[in-house]
Each structure stands twice: as C-alpha cells, then as structure tokens.
C-alpha cells in the first residue's frame, strides 16, 4: 500500500439489521411499563416480605435484626396456625368442586341453548361485574338478623346464617359461589366453542349415547380449559381473605380464620409482629407453589396418557 492511497471503508451496515436492531429496542420500550410494575409491584415486596421472615420486625419498631429461624418456629407454633390450614383447606376443597361442576353445567347450558342465549350469558355473568368486597357487604346485609331482608324469618325459626361454624362456611361458600360462578363459566365456554363440531358429528355416527361423548369427547378437549379454571379457583380459594374478613371476623369462635386473615391479625391485631407474618407469607407462598405444580403435572399426566 502507497502512502497516498486512502484506507477502505467498510460498506454500510444493510437496512435489514438497523431495522432489526432499532426493533428490539422498541420491543424493550413496549414491555418496560409491564415490567417496571412487576418489579415495583411483586420482585420488590417479594424481597421485603422475605427479609421481614428472617429479622425481628415488630410493626412500629422496624427492623431490629436478625432473628432466623425464630419467626418460622413463632408461625408454626400459632395456635391457631393448623386450625387456619385446615379450614383453608376444607373451604378449598369444597368451593373448587362446586364452582367448576356448576361452570361447566352453566357453560354447556348456555352453549346449547339458543332462544334463551343472551338472557342467560347476561344474568349469570352480572355478578362478576361486582367487587369482591362490594358483594361481601351486599351479603353482609342480606344475612343480618337485625337488618336484613330474612330477619323475621330467622327470628321465627330461630337460626342465623352467620351463627354457627357450618352455617358461616356455607353462607360464605354461597357468596363466592353466586360472585365468581360467571366468571369461571364464561372460562369454560370458551373453552367448550373451541371443541370442532366435526369431533362431535363423528361421535354421533358413531353411535355415542350424550353421556359418552361428554365423557370421551368434551372432557378430554376440555383438559386446558380445566387445568387453568382449577388453578386459578384453588389459588383463589387459598387466598380467601376479604369475604371471611367482612362476613365472620373469623367468628364464630374463631372457627373461620383463613391463612390470609391470620397473617393480618399477626401482622395488624394483637401481636403486630411483622416478622412472624413474612414467615407465614412465605410458607403460604411455598404451598401455592408446591400446589400449582401439582396441579398442572396432574393434568400434563392425564393429558400425555390420552
């Protein structure tokens, strides 16, 4: 190379990449609102929550320490920490069963019927429009024996809807179950409008009874829909806090205390210790964990034996 000759240039980068780059950037751009709130809103929390397990945190004395694994011994020495589980767990159990069998019957219902349609799908979807707390206290009234529209009735029979242990669970079973019966409907209608019609027309060449396409066809198809409204209603049933709180107080007899309202009366009444409620924050947060992933390996199982 001769000292006047000038160097080579490289040649321009092609248009393909710069758009390519310039891209990915506005794809970050785009997701870092979700993202700021998830670290702002959960990764943050999540952290505090799990420090405050370990440290001694009383409510108005901030944070006095270390102290692990005293906060964990502290939550599973609770008194009422089984009496808590088992209740969550029963109340878990029942509200799941009922509102998923009463979905699908409600999704089926309203899928088949063609002259009521628009009736049904708008009268059985209304309550979801309706908060959580808002219809606890719609119900709050409505099962007062001072107040309410059954007062008289239940002065002549001598009963209370919110009395008793058996009459506080069902009475809040009831609540969820007229709330969020809607909603986990319209979940399994979509789920239902997916099936191809084909599937069901070669049943019925076939010869299958309704009982049999329903049991080799439409719940088969169905599995997805099922394993996400399963999820979602024991996650939801696990985390019950506001019907309990408003309707009960976790009376009578503290024989309603839910998991969730236990960490607020640990955390808020009495003890105001915020450390023994990030360890029960945590151990929650563990179960839900450990559930989910049962959950959703049971159906993936039952979907690959099929």
Partial sequence: MTAG??????PPRPARSRKRGSGRWLGW???SPTA???VLLFLLPLLLVLQMSGSDWPLLGGNQGVNFPDNYVKAFSNRFFMESVGFTLLYTVITTVILLGLALGLAMLVQESSRWKGFL????????????????????????PIAGPFADLMKAWGFTFLGTPEGALWSTVFLIVWRYAGFYMLLMLVGLQGIPEEVYEAARIDGASRWQ??????LPLLRPTLALTTVLCVTGSLLAFEQFYILT??????????????IYSVAFQGPNNLGVAGALSVIVLVALIIVNIAQIRAFGQKEDAL
Avoid: E
């Fill in 36 to 38: 700021l709130f998830v």
């Fill in 249 to 262: 107080k976790g009376g009578p007899d503290n024989s309603t205390i839910t998991v969730v309202q236990l």
């Fill in 121 to 144: 799908r708008t009268a059985i979807l209304i309550p979801s429009a309706l908060g959580l707390a808002s219809a606890s206290l719609l119900f709050y009234v409505l099962y007062s």
């Fill in 213 to 218: 396409t329903f049991r080799g066809v439409t």
């Fill in 29 to 31: 751009l785009y997701a």
């Fill in 5 to 10: 000759a000038t160097v080579a240039q490289r």
